[in-house]
């Protein structure tokens, strides 16, 4: 796996349902063999209010987002810095599914990339005697994460990241060194369905 891209990607938004309601901001980690290579980051406009819940738990505010670029000129961007790689997220099926979504409501066609679910590669890897439960924030401080999940799009995909190249290590020493090794672990399709559930997050 050490020639494998991984793309780390983590979505906010105004709430948890991808067909109503919509991204607010979009970042990403470009890693390979534990190098990151770049990220990407930015605010999106989501055409419709920011919740005050929203704002409480993300910091994120219409004011914020006002200014910020649409959908339709963020996801090319975002689809050419993920190019050829494996996407990665926590709970996948919720950042892929706001993803594809999106790129529905904008006339994009979804890449259809591999996703490797890192909340399903911890259930398998990280035993409960380790840890209360498999959210994020306490992966995150079970590997020691320098960038804590902070519900913030640029801190969560860099935690993720980390999370991924810990778990990718204990693979190793499991013995399995490549991708499809790496996948067998995982419970979710290469193009997972939208889950509505934030529990793990």
């Not at 970042?27 to 990151?36: E, I, K, P, S, Y």
């Not at 055409?47 to 339709?72: C, E, H, N």
């Not at 979804?110 to 490797?116: A, D, F, I, Q």
Request: aromatic share 4%; hydrophobic share 45%; proline share 7%.
């Amino acid at each position: 796996m050490d020639r494998q891209i991984f793309v780390v990607v983590d979505v906010e938004t105004t709430g948890l349902d991808a067909e109503s309601d919509r991204i607010t901001e979009i970042a990403a980690v470009r890693l390979r063999g534990g190098d990151v290579l770049g990220e990407f980051a930015t605010l999106v406009a989501p055409g419709i209010p920011v919740p005050a819940f929203i704002t409480t738990l993300t910091g994120i505010s219409d004011a914020m987002v006002t200014q910020a670029p649409p959908l339709r000129d963020v996801l090319p961007a975002f689809h050419d810095f993920a190019r050829d790689a494996v996407l990665v997220a926590h709970n996948a099926p919720f950042d892929i599914g706001f993803l594809r979504a999106a790129c529905a409501s904008c006339g994009e066609r979804w890449p259809h990339l591999v996703v490797v679910d890192t909340l399903e590669l911890a259930r398998t890897l990280v035993s409960r005697g380790e840890v209360a439960n498999y959210k994020l924030p306490t992966l995150a401080q079970l590997f020691d994460s320098p960038s804590p999940s902070a519900h913030r799009a640029t801190a969560d995909a860099r935690a993720t990241a980390h999370i991924l190249g810990a778990l990718i290590a204990r693979l190793r020493r499991a013995g399995v060194h490549d991708l499809s090794g790496l996948l067998g672990c995982t419970a979710h399709p290469s193009d997972p369905a939208p889950d509505r559930g934030a529990a793990a997050r």
